[in-house]
């Protein structure tokens, strides 16, 4: 199936799923994850109505944005590291994989510097898997309190990836663990964090996601198709 038809069927689905869980559908918003995609399939990707485009890579966002529409929403949702802070402050739109204080205060000092506010995501490790970044359950609301604190960051909500399964159940309690610690950080009414987004969700899993309150879905493959295996590429 081509790109527009996956997009469409996609919508059905959030459509469907986000009734089916007594959510207005546009409650839930679709972002295409463009890793490894050529611009040609973004473009149609585009043309389809995708308004949100999910990069993992600084550089690759640079690029691919200043060749495209600027009214596009681009977020960052991969790992950043705090030597990246810089262009990502002024580039991204939201930066859904805030998980440490250090490249916090680094993203906040290049924000006032650009005179910026930049919106911010605080990405949570929910399984506790050493090998994924996010800060720690336990950690995540003393992160948020202190990220709180620092004046050109705007927090809007949380982000998680759960352990890889083959069966999206055994995601869904990551994902309900993600929605309880953000109604337990709402009830603290910190200024500056608005905990409107559960960014959450992914091609294997979205639909479980949705039930249990996801606000940005992150989809790459049921969008467009199987990823090559990835190639580390120079300056990641
Ligand atoms: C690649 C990626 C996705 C999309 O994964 P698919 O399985 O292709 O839908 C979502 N979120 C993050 C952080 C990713 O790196």
Same mark, same amino acid.
């Given at each position: 199936?081509?790109?527009?038809?996956?997009?469409?069927?996609?919508?059905?689905?959030?459509?469907?799923?986000?009734?089916?869980?007594?959510?207005?559908?546009?409650?839930?918003?679709?972002?295409?994850?463009?890793?490894?995609?050529?611009?040609?399939?973004?473009?149609?990707?585009?043309?389809?109505?995708?308004?949100?485009?999910?990069?993992?890579?600084?550089?690759?966002?640079?690029?691919?944005?200043?060749?495209?529409?600027?009214?596009?929403?681009?977020?960052?949702?991969?790992?950043?590291?705090?030597?990246?802070?810089?262009?990502?402050?002024? #580039?991204?739109? @939201?930066?859904?994989?805030? &998980?440490?204080? %250090?490249? $916090? +205060?680094?993203?906040? !000092? =290049?924000? *006032?510097?650009?005179?910026?506010?930049?919106?911010?995501?605080?990405?949570?490790?929910?399984?506790?898997?050493?090998?994924?970044?996010?800060?720690?359950?336990?950690?995540?609301?003393?992160?948020?309190?202190?990220?709180?604190?620092?004046?050109?960051?705007?927090?809007?909500? #949380?982000?998680? @990836?759960?352990?890889?399964? &083959?069966?999206? %159940?055994? $995601? +869904?309690?990551?994902? !309900? =663990?993600? *929605?309880?610690?953000?109604?337990?950080?709402?009830?603290?009414?910190?200024?500056?964090?608005?905990?409107?987004?559960?960014?959450?969700?992914?091609?294997?899993?979205?639909?479980?996601?949705?039930?249990?309150?996801?606000?940005?879905?992150?989809?790459?493959?049921?969008?467009?198709?199987?990823?090559?295996?990835?190639?580390?590429?120079?300056? %990641?």
């Amino acid at each position: 199936m081509s790109v527009t038809e996956n997009i469409k069927q996609i919508r059905a689905v959030i459509a469907e799923t986000a009734a089916r869980s007594g959510r207005p559908p546009s409650s839930v918003r679709l972002m295409a994850v463009t890793k490894t995609v050529d611009d040609e399939r973004i473009i149609e990707a585009i043309k389809a109505g995708i308004d949100i485009i999910g990069e993992n890579y600084v550089q690759e966002a640079k690029r691919k944005r200043d060749s495209m529409d600027k009214s596009l929403e681009w977020h960052l949702i991969g790992h950043l590291q705090t030597n990246k802070a810089k262009l990502a402050a002024s #580039l991204f739109d @939201m930066i859904h994989s805030v &998980d440490r204080m %250090e490249l $916090a +205060r680094e993203l906040d !000092r =290049r924000a *006032r510097a650009a005179g910026l506010i930049v919106k911010i995501l605080i990405e949570v490790n929910v399984s506790g898997e050493t090998t994924k970044s996010g800060a720690p359950l336990a950690e995540a609301t003393a992160l948020v309190r202190a990220v709180a604190a620092l004046p050109n960051l705007s927090i809007q909500g #949380l982000m998680t @990836m759960p352990p890889f399964c &083959d069966d999206p %159940e055994e $995601a +869904r309690p990551f994902f !309900r =663990r993600l *929605r309880e610690l953000r109604d337990e950080i709402e009830t603290e009414r910190m200024p500056r964090v608005e905990m409107k987004e559960l960014s959450m969700g992914m091609s294997g899993d979205y639909t479980v996601a949705i039930e249990e309150g996801a606000t940005i879905v992150r989809l790459g493959r049921t969008i467009f198709g199987e990823r090559p295996p990835r190639q580390l590429k120079q300056g %990641e």
